[in-house]
Every structure is written in C-alpha cells, then in structure tokens.
C-alpha cells in the first residue's frame, strides 16, 4: 500500500522559513516523480512544486518561485520542501502528492498545516 | 484563475445521476490524461479516476470519467448522501511545465 506521510507543519511568522518532509513507504520511491501540491482552507488545489526521479528537472509554481526548494533523497525515501521568505498568502495545508505520467497526481499524503501569521 | 474550468456547485437527488465537466486547452487536456479526485470534508484528496475513466481498486463502478478533445466529464449514477464532497479535475500542462487543477465542483445530494 502506498503511503505519503507529510511532516514539518507549524506557525511561522512572515519572513520565517520552515521546511517539510514527506516520508514515502509501499512503492519504489527512486522511479517516481512527486508534487508538492498546497490548498488553504475552504479554497482548491494548487500546485506547488515538481522533482523528478533523479532530481533532474524541477519546475515550480510563478507563486513560490524564488523562495521554495524542493528536493529529494531517494535513498531515505523522502521528499521536501524548503520554504523561505514565508508569507501570509502560504498559509495552507500542504499535500505530497505522487505523480502520474502525463496526468495529475495518483497518490496523496494526509497533508501538514502551515500557518503563517504574526 | 484556475487552468481547468469546472462549474462552482452541482445537486442532484439521492439516486440520480450527476456530470461535472471540466475544460481545458491542448496544453493540458487536449493532450494529456485527465484525473478526477473527490475531497471529503477534512480529508485529502482522493483518486477516483486515472487516465481520462480507468477507476482504481475499490472505487464502485457508479463512478465513470470521459474524455473529449480538450474537455473531460466525471459521472456519478445512484448518488448518495455520502457522495457529497468537493470534486476536482487535474493534469498535466506541457506549456507550464505544471501540474493543473480545476477550481473544484462541490456536489450536494438533495
């Protein structure tokens, strides 16, 4: 069974960093690309960040770009997310999701809450 | 803004049957698979449909996705008071580089 566990959450003041981790367990996690997908509440899915397998091409969303890394370590089965620069619009629950060809995610974690608030 | 366009809200009654669209370009849809996914408040996202209408294990067979050049539909038959939750549609956009969500349907069984 695929599992997608998210950890990291927490309430961070404006211009604070936190970083996620998402600890991934019931499939081969070194052939597959992940997502980082985000949704505040009471509003819809935003994607957020892609890595490959081989952390060979990354892309991001205009919103994040410039203050979010992504990044994975295959040989732990993780995946994460650095955030920097943190603002109150990032507030949200933030999804590892993992990805599907040529299609949105197939698999998705319980979500970590990140509040971003003075 | 979201990529994919989807209505705001859908109801039908407990038994009947209800379609979600969802549009998008050839970008996105036009050229890639679409996925439907169903949110149940307080919880994540759920996959209900791959690869435009293949279910995965253990999704019942009321649930039906389809496809049309840039356009795609989710099908609900017997609906149920459970069945009510946010739906959303996704894929890939090959000119973003980006995964893309539509802005979500919320279902309401009457």
């Known amino acids: 069974e695929v599992q997608l566990v998210e950890s990291g959450g927490a309430s961070v003041q404006p211009g604070g960093s936190l970083r996620l981790s998402c600890a991934a367990s019931?499939?081969?996690?070194?052939?597959?690309?992940m997502n980082w997908v985000r949704q505040t509440p009471g509003k819809g899915l935003e994607w957020v960040a892609y890595?490959?397998?081989?952390?060979?091409?990354?892309s991001y969303a205009d919103s994040v770009k410039g203050r979010f890394t992504v990044s994975r370590e295959n040989a732990d089965n993780s995946l994460y997310l650095q955030m920097n620069s943190l603002r109150d619009d990032d507030t949200a629950v933030y999804y590892c999701?993992?990805?599907?060809?040529?299609?949105?995610?197939?698999?998705w974690g319980q979500g970590a809450l990140v509040t971003v608030s003075s | 803004q979201s990529a994919l366009t989807q209505p705001p809200s859908v109801s039908a009654a407990p038994g009947q049957r209800v379609t979600i669209s969802c549009s998008g370009s050839s970008s996105n849809i036009g050229n890639n698979y679409v996925s439907w996914y169903q949110q149940l408040p307080g919880t994540a996202p759920k996959l209900l449909i791959s690869?435009?209408?293949k279910r995965p294990s253990g999704i019942p067979d009321r649930f039906s996705g389809s496809k049309s050049g840039t356009s795609a539909t989710l099908g609900i038959t017997g609906l149920q008071t459970g069945d009510e939750a946010d739906y959303y549609c996704?894929?890939?956009?090959?000119?973003?580089?980006?995964?893309?969500f539509g802005g979500g349907t919320k279902l309401t069984v009457l």
């Open positions: 999701a993992r990805a599907a060809y040529a299609s949105g995610p197939d698999n």
């Open positions: 690869e435009n209408n």
């Open positions: 019931g499939f081969t996690f070194n052939i597959y690309s």
């Open positions: 890595i490959d397998p081989r952390s060979s091409a990354i």
């Open positions: 996704g894929t890939w956009d090959n000119n973003l580089s980006a995964v893309v």
